[in-house]
Every structure is written in structure tokens, then in C-alpha cells.
């Protein structure tokens, strides 16, 4: 019992980081219609920036996230500018290869700038464990989880109730008629790559917080495509919703399933959802069914 | 369109025929010639290089039918490949079958694998079929590298050369032969594919799924038999990967080689017989020019990090990709045909 609530909260937490980095992807396919493969990527080349800032530049912790966070404004500002806008009309199948190019330069680029494959950041959370019932919990996990419902719910607000956000969400809808609104939409692309950037960076921290940064980053990434499809490829609330799901699904399944099939389980369960519910109820939780005309 | 200058076609056997006029076939039996000569003249280690385009150019072929013609995006094309690779390895390791007879199983083996991973294509396409695909890359690979008993994990396993009788197929040349001659086959086969029946109802499921089931095209079983014949020559490709390479690891197919397939297949040219062929020569080449490259970058500017070779040639490799799909999504095919139609018609520029 005791290890099922470690479990439960441990998968809740790092459910909560998954469905942020998810949240990175929706924003963009949201407003441009790119699906973006270069998620891990991101969150990778991000992390190691936050260590460049601080371990090797030997920032203070708040002027280096602050680094961090201009960084990624920066990078989504280039990647929309210099890739994604001469791409806009291309069918769907390049847009995904440009985005999966993307993610082989970074990797090559990261591996370039900062060849050491395993490193740590400096603590920025406080240190410690915090009793939760009978489960010990580190304190990193609450920080994460408690910044991500943070993110998201600005992100909502700003989605819900900000002229720039109500704008997006029209740009998602309909194109043309938001440019005949005379919405500059080549703006709305570059803020939604660099929110995406942005959303990216912070989970990128939280997460190597947690983790350490190494190359599993990158398959981090592709975990989250998992709460991309079972939420829905277009839904905020899907994200929040699916992220804790596959989290659950993935500690407790690797708890109580390691000793039947082996190790490495854990690795293996998002993959497996993906295929299940594509083929089971392919536009997920809350996604929106696509009608096809002719 | 494609005729030189007072070349027409009086019947339907011309009008198919790929090679047409006296020019065209004296350039292919020179070509021809020239490949069959090419390990009297160049070293071991540069027939090596070639042979291993040869079993890229399979594989891209396999990944064309899929993507190029049929239009089904699949970024788990490595993962096929190992499918082949350790089929190959089991049976001629464990049952000590002939090679021949496991190059096709490896195809067979590959294809159903594909066909397994292809059933979702009935129900989605585009990034949907491609995050598929991922998870089919990374759910093959977790299981060699877990399924100790048989794939012995990340330790891998030993491959013999491929033999014949009491031919060993164990110096650069005989590789060479070997993979020339079933690289010629694929070209040829699927050359001819993209020209029949099946390749013209790939193409319109590719361009429109919807209206070419409405003319009457079963899209399913279409989509599932471009997945089978994709995989089948990853399968393919993967077989003659193991034996060149007399031992193979899971570390040998990762993410990011199905990416390098995608790249190589945008750079050659989506949809071409000639751009896999392209695409292929043109990054093998180029990897091999960094691999060149490299020492003599790092010995003169020795404040250069460890892993600067292996990032370095990552990132020219994406860089390329990003560039060919903005300034020219056509690929390489399509700057080789300019070239030829600017060749027919000089002098005249129209």
C-alpha cells in the first residue's frame, strides 16, 4: 500500500512534466498546424543551456533562469523565422521532416557544445523529503508539479481572455479569415514558437532538476507525444489530463510489472499506449474528430 | 515530353521502354561496365563505402514505396531494418539456413512486422501514422535489447559472411558483387513498380485518399501492401547489413538513423526511382568526407571538445535536410532532371 501512494505520487509529478513538454506541442499545433518532432530536443539543448548559465558561467540562480528564459525566446524566434515561415503551405508530410531536420542539428549541437553526456544541475529547489502519508516524496517533485499547474493555468487565462491568445486560438480555426481580420498572422506564428520555446526551457529545468540531464531528455520528448495522442492533439485540458495518466500508468506499471517481464518496462509503457489508442479511439481523450471533404 | 529532339513513338513497346535511344543504351553499358569493373581500381576500403550505399539505396527504396509513393510518413524505418537484420542472424546463427533463403525470410519477416505496425494506417494518417511508426522504432528495440535469451541485449550478435555452396562471400569484392547485383534488382523492381498498376494507385492515395477510394481503389489494402513492400526491402537491406557487417547491436538502429533514412529520402527526391540513389551517394559520401575531415580539423585547432566530429557531422546532417526542404523540396531528382532537359535542349534555352 505504502509503495502504491509512492508510486501514485511520484507518477502524478512526472505526469505533470510530461504534459507540460505536451503543452509545448499543442501550443504549436494550436496556432500553426506544425507538429513538432524536435520536442526532446528542445527541452534538451534548454537544460544544457541552464547548465552552461550555471555551472559553467556560475550565474546566480536567478539571473541564469533568466538567461535561460531569453535563450528560448530567442530560439523560437529563429526556428519560426528561418525554418517554419518559408515552410507555411507545405503539405504536412515536410513540416514534420523539417521539424525532425531540426532535431538532428540540435542534437549534433549539443553534442558539440557540451560533450559530457551526464551532468547535474546546482540544486535550485529546496532540498529534502516531505512526508505525504506514508510516502516520502523529494520536494522537486512538488515544485514541479505546482509550477505546471501554474504554467497551465496562465496559459489558459492568457488562451481564454488575452487579445493575442483569442487571436491564436482564431488563427488555429480558420486562417484566411484571421488574415481578412487583419490579424498579422506571421506574428502569431513567431509567439507561438517562442511560448512553445519558453514552456519547453521550464520543463527542460524542472525535469533535469529531477532527473539530471542526460540524453534520456530526448526520449522524454517522445514520452510526451504519448500525452499528445491520448489527450488530443489540440486540448490544454487534454494534456492536463492525459500527462497524470501516462505518469500513473508508467510508475505503477513499471512498479508492479518489472518483476513479471523484466526491467526497462517502464521505458516500453508510453510507446504501448500510443499504438493502443490509436487504434482504439485515434483522436484521444479530447481531441477534436477531423471531417474529411473532398 | 522527355524525348530528345525528332525521337517519337510509333508503338506502345517504345513508348515503355525505359532506355529508348542508341545514346541512352551506349551510356548505360558503359555504366554498366563501369560497375562491374569498379573493385579492380579502387581500394578495399572505398568498395567498403560503396557497398554500404548499395544497402542504403535498398533500404531508401523500400522507405520511398512507403513515403514517396504511397504517401504513409514512417520514422521507425530503422526499426524495420533491425527486424531484418536479426532475422538474418538468428537463422543462419541458431538453424544454420543459407543465407539466400534468410535474405528473403529477413524481407518476409520485416514486411509482417511493417504490415502489424501499418494496421492504424486504416484509421489515421499523417502525424498520427508517424508518431505509429515511432513507437514501432522504439517498442523493436526495447525488445532486442530485452529479449536476452535470443537477441543476447545490447551485446548483440555475430553474423557470418554469406555463402553459396563453398562460396564465401568474405573479401570487399565478393561483398561488392553480392550487394550490386540485389541493389540492381531492387532499382529495377521498384522502377517498374512506380509505372504499373500498383504504382499509379500509390500515387492516388498519396495525392487524395479519399477520391481514390471514391475511383475505386481499395486505399486499405493499398497502404497496407506499400507498408509490406517498404518493409520488406528494409528487411532486405537489413539482411545484407548484418552479414557485411559480421555483427550487429541494437545501438546500430536507433532514432536516429530512421531520421537519417527520412533525410537521405528528401535530399534524393520523394517519389523519384532516381532520388533514393541520389540521396544515398550524396550522404554516405558526405559522412565519409567529415569522417576525412575531422582529425585534421581537430589536430590544428586542438582546443576543440572530444565529441566534435560525431556532433559535427549530426548537425551538417540536419542542416542539409532543413536546407533541401526549403529550397528545394523536390530533392536532388529534380535538379538532375533540369539538368538533362537544359542538356537536350542546348543550345536552345526553350
Not at chain 2, 557470418?160 to 550490386?180: D, E, H, I, R
Request: aromatic share 12%; proline share 3%.
Amino acid at each position: 500500500m505504502q509503495q502504491l501512494i509512492q508510486y501514485t505520487i511520484t507518477g502524478l509529478a512526472v505526469g505533470m512534466i510530461y504534459a507540460l513538454i505536451a503543452l509545448g506541442f499543442a501550443l504549436i499545433w494550436k496556432s500553426t498546424r506544425v507538429a513538432n518532432l524536435a520536442l526532446g530536443q528542445l527541452v534538451l539543448i534548454s537544460s544544457w543551456f541552464t547548465y552552461g548559465m550555471l555551472v559553467q558561467a556560475k550565474l546566480p540562480v536567478w539571473l541564469g533562469l533568466i538567461c535561460t528564459i531569453l535563450f528560448a525566446i530567442f530560439l523560437g524566434w529563429m526556428i519560426e523565422r528561418l525554418i517554419l515561415r518559408p515552410m507555411i503551405g507545405q503539405p504536412i508530410l515536410s513540416l514534420i521532416a523539417v521539424t525532425l531536420g531540426l532535431a538532428y542539428f540540435l542534437e549534433g549541437l549539443v553534442t558539440v557544445i557540451w560533450p559530457v553526456s551526464v551532468a547535474k544541475l546546482p540544486p535550485i529547489f529546496p532540498q529534502g523529503s516531505v512526508n505525504i502519508g506514508s510516502a516520502v516524496v523529494s520536494q522537486e517533485y512538488l515544485w514541479a508539479t505546482a509550477i505546471s499547474l501554474l504554467l497551465f493555468l496562465l496559459l489558459s487565462v492568457f488562451f481564454k481572455f488575452h487579445k493575442m491568445g483569442i487571436a491564436m486560438r482564431a488563427t488555429a480555426d480558420d486562417q484566411l479569415a484571421v488574415q481578412a481580420c487583419a490579424v498579422p498572422i506571421n506574428r502569431i506564428f513567431s509567439m507561438s514558437w517562442i511560448f512553445a520555446c519558453i514552456v519547453a526551457a521550464i520543463s527542460g529545468i524542472l525535469i533535469s532538476c529531477i532527473g539530471g540531464i542526460t540524453n534520456a531528455l530526448i526520449e522524454t520528448g517522445f514520452k510526451s507525444f504519448s500525452v499528445v495522442i491520448l489527450g488530443g492533439m489540440d486540448s490544454f485540458i487534454g494534456c492536463v489530463i492525459a500527462g497524470p495518466i501516462i505518469g500513473l500508468c508508467e510508475n505503477i506499471g513499471a512498479g508492479y510489472l518489472t518483476q513479471v517481464i523484466g526491467p526497462g518496462i517502464k521505458d516500453l509503457i508510453p510507446f504501448i499506449i500510443i499504438i493502443l489508442v490509436i487504434l482504439f479511439k485515434p483522436y484521444g481523450l479530447f481531441g477534436e474528430e477531423r471531417i474529411e471533404r473532398i | 515530353m522527355n524525348l530528345p529532339c525528332g525521337i517519337r513513338n510509333f508503338s506502345y513497346d517504345t513508348d515503355t521502354a525505359i532506355i529508348r535511344t542508341r545514346t541512352q543504351w551506349c551510356i548505360f553499358i558503359l555504366f554498366l561496365c563501369v560497375l562491374i569493373s569498379i573493385p579492380f581500381f579502387l581500394s578495399g576500403f572505398m568498395v567498403d563505402i560503396i557497398v554500404l550505399i548499395g544497402i542504403t539505396i535498398i533500404a531508401i527504396i523500400g522507405l520511398n514505396i512507403m513515403v514517396g509513393y504511397c504517401g504513409q510518413l514512417s520514422i521507425g524505418h530503422a526499426g524495420f531494418i533491425a527486424v531484418g537484420s536479426y532475422t538474418t542472424a538468428i537463422l543462419t546463427n541458431n538453424f544454420q539456413i543459407n543465407f539466400f533463403i534468410a535474405l528473403v525470410a529477413s524481407g518476409i519477416a520485416a514486411g509482417i512486422i511493417g504490415l502489424l505496425f501499418g494496421m492504424p494506417s486504416l484509421r489515421v494518417k499523417g502525424f498520427y501514422l508517424a508518431i505509429t511508426t515511432i513507437a514501432a522504432q522504439f517498442i523493436i528495440i526495447w525488445i532486442l535489447n530485452h529479449w536476452t535469451d535470443v537477441t543476447h541485449g545490447s551485446m548483440g550478435l555475430a553474423v557470418a559472411p554469406a555463402s553459396f555452396g563453398n562460396t564465401v562471400f568474405n573479401s570487399s569484392t565478393m561483398q561488392y558483387y553480392l550487394v550490386t547485383s540485389i541493389t540492381a534488382l531492387t532499382v529495377f523492381f521498384s522502377t517498374n513498380l512506380a509505372r504499373s498498376k500498383i504504382g499509379r494507385a500509390f500515387i492516388a492515395v498519396r495525392d487524395n485518399d479519399l477520391a481514390a477510394e471514391v475511383m475505386g481503389i481499395n486505399v486499405f489494402s493499398y497502404k497496407l501492401l506499400a507498408f509490406f513492400l517498404g518493409c520488406f526491402f528494409a528487411g532486405i537491406s537489413g539482411s545484407l547489413f548484418a552479414q557485411w557487417r559480421g555483427s550487429i547491436t541494437p545501438e546500430d538502429f536507433t532514432f536516429g538513423q530512421s531520421i537519417l533514412y527520412i533525410g537521405i529520402l528528401i535530399i534524393g527526391g520523394l517519389g523519384t526511382s532516381i532520388g533514393p540513389i541520389f540521396g544515398s551517394l550524396f550522404i554516405r559520401l558526405l559522412e565519409q568526407f567529415v569522417i576525412l575531415l575531422a582529425p585534421t580539423v581537430e589536430g590544428t585547432l586542438s582546443s576543440l571538445p572530444t565529441g566534435f566530429a560525431t556532433g559535427l557531422s549530426s548537425m551538417i546532417f540536419g542542416l542539409m535536410m532543413i536546407i533541401f526542404l526549403v529550397f528545394e523540396p523536390r530533392g536532388l531528382a529534380h535538379r538532375w532532371n533540369l539538368f538533362k532537359a537544359s542538356y537536350r535542349l542546348w543550345p536552345f534555352s526553350y
